[in-house]
C-alpha cells in the first residue's frame, strides 16, 4: 500500500496560463489626420510576408512604427504601403476559461486517481 499521493506535475499549473491571449486584427487608419495606438504588443505583417514583432505601435496613413520586441528594443518605422496586415494582442477570455476548467478537471482527475491508489476501492 502506498503512504504518499503522487505529485501533481508542475505544467498542470501552468495550463490555465496557455490560452490567454490571442491576436485580432487592427485597421489601418485611412485620412490624413487620423492615429491609432497599440499599447503592448503587435504583429505586422508585411506584404512580402515579412513579419515583426512590435511594441508600443503608433498606426498612422503612412507609416507604422513601434519598438522591436526582441533585444535590442530599436524603433522599426514601416510604411504602410507596405503592411498587410497588423495584428493586436488581446484577451482571448473564452480560451482562458476554457484552460482554467481543463486544467481544474486535470488536477480534480489527479487528486482522484491519488486517493483511489492510496485508498483503494475500500473493500
Aim: net charge positive.
Amino acid at each position: 500500500m502506498r503512504t504518499a499521493a503522487p505529485r501533481l506535475s508542475p505544467i498542470l499549473l501552468l495550463l490555465p496560463l496557455s490560452a490567454c491571449m490571442t491576436w485580432r486584427g487592427q485597421p489601418i487608419p485611412a485620412g490624413p489626420g487620423q492615429h491609432d495606438y497599440i499599447v503592448g504588443t503587435a504583429r505586422v505583417i508585411r506584404t512580402d510576408g515579412m513579419e515583426f514583432l512590435l511594441d508600443n505601435v503608433s498606426v498612422r496613413p503612412d507609416s507604422v512604427v513601434g519598438a522591436q520586441h526582441v533585444p535590442p528594443a530599436r524603433r522599426i518605422a514601416i510604411p504602410t504601403a507596405e503592411v498587410a496586415r497588423i495584428d493586436a494582442r488581446r484577451e482571448d477570455p473564452f480560451g482562458t476559461a476554457l484552460a482554467v476548467a481543463l486544467g481544474t478537471a486535470a488536477a480534480l482527475g489527479a487528486f482522484g486517481m491519488a486517493l483511489f491508489l492510496i485508498y483503494g476501492t475500500g473493500g
